[in-house]
């Protein structure tokens, strides 16, 4: 068999697989809806209410089995070979025709369905869909095929209706069937994507093959790209030729542009120097990849804009807004900082921008929220071209999602408002905008977002309202410099955030400062490591003292330098304390020798237990560390090797008195496998160290574990509790994190230990998305049904 049928045969079972696992999954889909019939019908409601539920639990009781055999029965003829498609669109390209309202409905109703399946599944069609598209050799999957959740969703309710249950039933019980077909589908394309890597097709995903380069001539415009963060796709030769999206496969986008070579903008696909992004950037990306394909279809100028497409091979240097709209939104601008009603206190009328505090800011969103809508319509009217009136609607939607987002607080949603303008100014001169998951406009607001994200009043949330508040001013005082305004406030606001947490959040003060104890500690624990080993590579001493030194003394060193100073006595001692093991853990070959041992033994246990205990050990561990070095100790009286020479001594014990200025800096320090120490004997009252949990984390997971930003709530299961907690530190070479809870409590990881309570579940982002991605989202589902209100 030649390697193209093998890979058709390979996809034709594959599909078969596909299908296997969604009719497998259809009964206990069945069975979840009428439980949740069965649930309805007990619920207290109005008499309406009730009285509608029943005639749907009717319905359905009388026309689910029907709905079950004919959706079971499209499926097994869709496995059939040579099905065709099995939805055809509404419309087609030259036939334009009126269409009826149940249509439209039926439609989005679809669309909304897909939705939510690819909420859930997205990581798994991603890598499902490149992996067919290698076993295709085709750029994309075709629009209809079953793979495709829009298709299987126009499926699903073709056969809804077609069973006789309507719209009405399908409201009724749309959340169950949006939660159980995406878990169903979600299910089928990890067990597909299973099989797949069984039969060694493309076991690890690598999206670079699908990268098309641009040629030697565009390495400058590539380069200027790749260092903004945006990837350059060339394109050669067809207008309507796969470009990389954000998820890495091929997409086909019409732009409208001439069939010559073309340079494309595109969201980042997975990075080619990291395993993979983690699934929440890759969302992300997707979400940014849908508005760019919905938003094209409607105003192909805009996709043209944002992508860069443009003849020449060379990238697009994108213009400012128009004169008359740059203007607008001046004035726009203007109007929201003055408030042209300004709140009164005492009688008073308090002068000048938004309200204090102390004003009613709820009342405040409400006003903004209408003139946001005023604004919209003012600066669509001076903008001049399609495309800038998209990016006003667009900019608009996400703007007014974010002011309705309730776990942020009023006060701090007002502040956000006044962002409107200048993130406007820069879609419209950046588009961008619309293609980087990672803009520093983006960034901007969902870092100020992920860290207010549920505070109420905490001690220390003023100065970072505040600071929120210092940072949209200062955005708003450079209106025309674009994304280096953004740029430099985010990297203040991250400078701000360490201070925060150190010292001005009382719930995390304690924490932070106990974690950079334990760092301190730890690296110089590791330092101390490194350099014994070196000072002991060729003297025989024991192999249980040596573990000794490494695993136990190193860090009773580390302390005492930490609590005393380098060059405290107490420091010498301990040190001395080192010298003398080693000479008493090397062979004696004479009675005088022995009998040294035997006299200078009782103070040196003594001294070892006192910097044991110092460390934090305890007494079980100290008797069995004693025991181990009394073994050790009783093997060099028998000891064959040579005697440590007393010169040789001497210089061992000259190291250690300086040991710190041999030490390397802690930035220098190489961190690895072999050197990471159990952290557990650091806990106090006020900082848990985690110890164990998760499982052995993939390169994905630790790439995903570097991702994690100081300020973020993630919901953490330890120790019997589930509970959100915000990341407060990182540690400076990255390598712990700490997480404190609104009360308090630390919790202290390694990043290893980090990544696989990730990979696990035991810890996980407490948003589903980013402020922005979230807004972009809401935006797709307006305009998924109205997207005439792009150019309205």
């Given amino acids: 068999m030649t390697d193209t049928a093998r890979s058709t045969a390979l996809a034709a079972h594959a599909r078969r697989v596909y299908l296997e696992a969604v009719l497998r999954g259809v009964p206990a889909l069945v069975h979840s809806l009428s439980e949740a019939a069965r649930q309805l019908l007990l619920m207290a409601a109005e008499y309406n209410v009730a009285q509608a539920r029943k005639e749907g639990v009717g319905a359905w009781i009388k026309l689910g089995p029907l709905w079950q055999a004919t959706l079971i029965q499209a499926l097994r003829q869709a496995a059939l070979p040579g099905a065709g498609d099995v939805h055809t669109a509404i419309t087609s390209p030259g036939r334009l025709t009126l269409v009826e309202d149940k249509i439209i409905e039926r439609e989005i109703t679809s669309s909304r369905l897909a939705l939510a399946i690819m909420d859930r599944a997205s990581w798994e069609f991603t890598d499902l869909r490149t992996r067919f598209n290698v076993l295709d050799q085709s750029d994309e999957l075709p629009p209809h095929d079953l793979l495709r959740a829009p298709a299987l969703a126009a499926m699903v309710l073709d056969t809804w209706h077609s069973s006789g249950l309507g719209p009405s039933e399908w409201s009724l019980f749309q959340a169950v069937l949006h939660e159980e077909f995406a878990h169903l589908v979600s299910e089928a394309y990890h067990e597909v994507n299973h099989w797949l890597v069984e039969r060694q097709v493309m076991p690890e995903v690598d999206l670079r093959p699908f990268i098309r ?10 380069l200027a790209a790749l260092a903004s963060g945006v990837v350059v796709v060339g394109n050669t030769g067809n207008s309507s030729s796969g470009v990389v999206t954000s998820t890495g496969s091929p997409t086909n986008l019409d732009t409208g542009s001439s069939a010559g070579e073309q340079t494309r903008y595109m969201a980042r696909p997975v990075a080619t120097d990291q395993a993979a992004l983690s699934p929440y950037s890759a969302q992300a990306a997707e979400v940014l990849a849908q508005l760019q394909r919905i938003v094209g279809r409607q105003v192909p100028a805009f996709a043209a804009t944002v992508m860069g497409g443009g003849d020449g091979g060379t990238a697009v240097q994108h213009a400012p807004p128009s004169a008359r709209l ?10 929201l900082v003055r408030r042209p009603e300004p709140p009164k206190r005492g009688g008073k009328t308090v002068a000048g921008g938004l309200p204090p505090a102390e004003a009613p800011a709820p009342q405040v969103l409400d006003e903004l929220k ?3 809508q005023a604004f919209k319509q003012v600066l669509k009217q001076a903008a001049d071209s399609p495309a800038e009136r998209a990016t006003i609607e667009i900019v608009a939607m996400m703007f007014q ?27 419209v001169g950046e588009p961008e905008f619309f293609a980087e998951a990672d803009h520093p406009a983006r960034r901007l607001i969902d870092r100020m977002g992920a860290c207010v994200m549920g505070f109420s009043g905490a001690s220390g949330s003023e100065s970072l309202e505040r600071e929120i508040k210092r940072i949209v001013q200062v955005v708003e005082a450079y209106p025309d410099t674009g994304r280096r305004v953004f740029q430099t406030v985010l990297t203040e606001f991250e400078k701000f955030l360490e201070q925060y947490f150190e010292k001005e959040n009382q719930a995390s003060a304690k924490g932070v400062s106990l974690a950079q104890q334990v760092e301190q500690r730890e690296t110089m624990a590791i330092q101390y490591t490194i350099e014994l080993r070196k000072m002991l590579n060729e003297v025989p001493v024991q192999d249980g003292v040596r573990q000794f030194l490494f695993q136990v003394w190193a860090d009773v060193l580390a302390v005492t330098a930490v609590r005393s100073g380098a060059q405290a006595e107490v420091t010498r001692q301990m040190k001395r304390a080192a010298a003398d093991l080693i000479w008493s853990a090397s062979a004696k070959v004479s009675r005088e020798e022995r009998a040294e041992v035997i006299r200078r033994l009782p103070p040196l246990l003594k001294t070892l237990r006192d910097g044991m205990g110092h460390a934090g050990l305890q007494a079980e561990k100290q008797d069995d560390h004693i025991r181990s070095l009394n073994n050790s100790l009783a093997a060099a009286f028998t000891a064959k090797a040579a005697a440590i020479p007393r010169e040789r001594l001497d210089d061992l014990m000259d190291q250690l008195e300086t040991l710190e200025a041999m030490l390397p800096e802690a930035e220098g320090v190489e961190i690895n496998d072999t050197l990471m120490r159990d952290l557990s004997g650091h806990e106090t009252e006020g900082l848990e160290v985690v110890a164990e949990g998760g499982s052995a984390p993939t390169p994905a997971m630790l790439a995903w574990a570097k991702e994690l930003q100081v300020g973020g709530w993630y919901m953490l299961d330890y120790r019997g509790r589930n509970e959100a907690v915000q990341l407060a530190w990182r540690g400076n070479r990255r390598n712990m994190v700490l997480f404190v809870s609104p009360n308090g409590r630390g919790v202290l990881f390694q990043q290893a230990r980090l990544a696989a309570f990730l990979q696990a579940g035991l810890l996980l982002p407490a948003q589903d998305e980013a402020l922005t991605v979230k807004a972009t989202r809401n935006a797709l589902a307006k305009l998924d049904v109205d997207p005439s209100r792009l150019l309205n």
């Avoid at 987002?405 to 009023?410: D, L, T, V, Y």
């Fill in 213 to 222: 380069r641009s040629p030697e001539a565009r390495q400058g415009a590539l």
């Fill in 370 to 372: 209408v003139r946001n």
């Fill in 401 to 427: 999602s974010i002011l309705t987002e309730e776990r942020i607080p009023a006060a701090v949603r007002v502040w956000f408002a006044r962002l409107q303008m200048p993130v406007l100014r820069v879609a």
């Fill in 326 to 335: 740059n203007a607008a939104i001046n004035r726009a601008q203007d109007a």
